[in-house]
């Protein structure tokens, strides 16, 4: 394949940020606007001040032509996130997070962050989340095997991030322990034999 | 690894010398020594690709000897495997094909030691390159420190592959992370 090493085994940040705008999210329409056939199905109608859920692309969309304000989803706020950091830092298992936290959260930070309290607040939860969630990750190398690691509840963008170094040194692992003659059986009754 | 006939990583591999004793007289064969004389007498010690050695009598080699073995064991983050093997050499490749070639027996002190030496060092590969990840193209080295330098300069091509790996895809984490693309919509 003509694609470069790391592009084989993963997708891009950005085609991430592409799929997760498909959820919905909840606005409040500055605008009013008949109901709409859309590929993914039909949005609306808008009717200011109803609120109304509308695909998140599209929400942005209106967002940056100042048409609507955005409702950030329940998740994010700093009493939800810091109640999921202190969760994250207390165990050693990875705290729940909706699967496609990070992209939505930085999208909507990017450009709704006026629609939310405390922006900065939030910026700085969501990158102490992302440390310590990476530092997990980093730990989780040092028990990688060929078969399996555990990482449940890690979300899109972290997975993807990792991906890469975790597919390619189960295969180094793999083929390091392998036995080409797969004769593990008799080895072990040969191994009693000598001691 | 696998002694794929097809991938050039088992190609590059295989391309070290082991020290083979012979115990027949072979006649005609003198040139493989590199030598004037024209049949190998019976006991010497002649220096084979890995491809030929395969029927062949032959010792451990010094990258898996027993004083690599020890250091791999005190330490496996000091040892230089790309000075072990070589430039570009495959220290993890050539070690498995070793072991491959060896019947299971003499083998066994070995058997543990490079799945070891991978794992043990793996971390610190991974650190470094997210460390250079971040710096961006502010320029290597400086800082970071000789021991950092040296473990580098010292990483087998294998793990080079895994090092550019990590650093890529750290890199384009963070290139998404940062760019804001108001401009964009």
């Known amino acids: 394949m003509s694609l470069p090493q790391s592009l084989r085994t993963t997708v891009t940040p950005p085609e991430l940020e592409l799929i997760a705008s498909e959820q919905l999210v909840e606005i409040i329409p500055l605008v009013s606007m008949e109901r709409t056939a859309f590929i993914s199905g039909a949005y609306g109608p808008l009717r200011p001040p109803n609120k109304c859920k509308i695909p998140l692309w599209m929400a942005l969309n209106l967002k940056l032509k100042k048409k609507c304000h955005i409702v950030p989803p329940d998740w994010l706020n700093v009493d939800d996130l810091q109640a999921i950091l202190n969760k994250e830092t207390a165990s050693n298992a990875y705290s729940e997070v909706p699967f496609r936290y990070v992209e939505i959260a930085k999208v909507l930070l990017d450009v709704a962050s006026e629609d939310m309290p405390q922006p900065d607040k939030i910026r700085y939860l969501l990158k102490d989340l992302r440390e310590a969630r990476q530092a997990k990750c980093r730990d989780a190398l040092a028990l990688i095997n060929h078969s399996d690691v555990k990482m449940t509840n890690l979300s899109s963008m972290e997975l993807n991030e990792v991906r890469p170094v975790f597919v390619q040194s189960m295969n180094i692992w793999t083929k390091l322990v392998r036995d080409p003659t797969e004769n593990y059986i008799g080895e072990v009754e040969e191994d009693e034999r000598v001691s | ?185």
Not at chain 2, 74 to 79: G, H, I, L, Y
């Open chain 2, 1 to 185: 690894m696998d002694r794929d006939y097809f991938s050039i990583e088992s190609i590059l591999a295989e391309n070290q010398k082991i020290s083979c004793d012979f115990k027949v007289d072979i006649p005609e064969m003198g040139h493989l020594g590199g030598g004037n004389e024209r049949d190998i007498k019976a006991p010497c010690r002649i220096p084979l690709p890995v491809w030929l050695a395969d029927w062949a009598e032959f010792t451990i080699p010094t990258p898996f000897g027993p004083r690599v073995r020890n250091a791999l064991k005190a330490e496996a983050r000091s040892v230089r495997l790309s000075s072990l093997v070589g430039a570009g050499g495959m220290w993890y490749g050539y070690g498995k094909m070793i072991m491959d070639m060896k019947s299971a027996y003499s083998t066994r002190p070995l058997k543990h030691v490079s799945p070891q030496t991978f794992r043990n060092r793996l971390m610190e590969v991974v650190d470094q390159a997210q460390h250079f990840a971040t710096l961006g193209s502010l320029g290597a080295g400086g800082s970071s420190g000789d021991t950092a330098q040296s473990f580098r300069e010292g990483l087998d091509a294998t793990e080079r592959e895994l090092f550019s790996l990590a650093q890529e895809s750290a890199k384009r984490t963070k290139r998404w992370y940062e760019e804001s693309d108001r401009g964009r919509r």
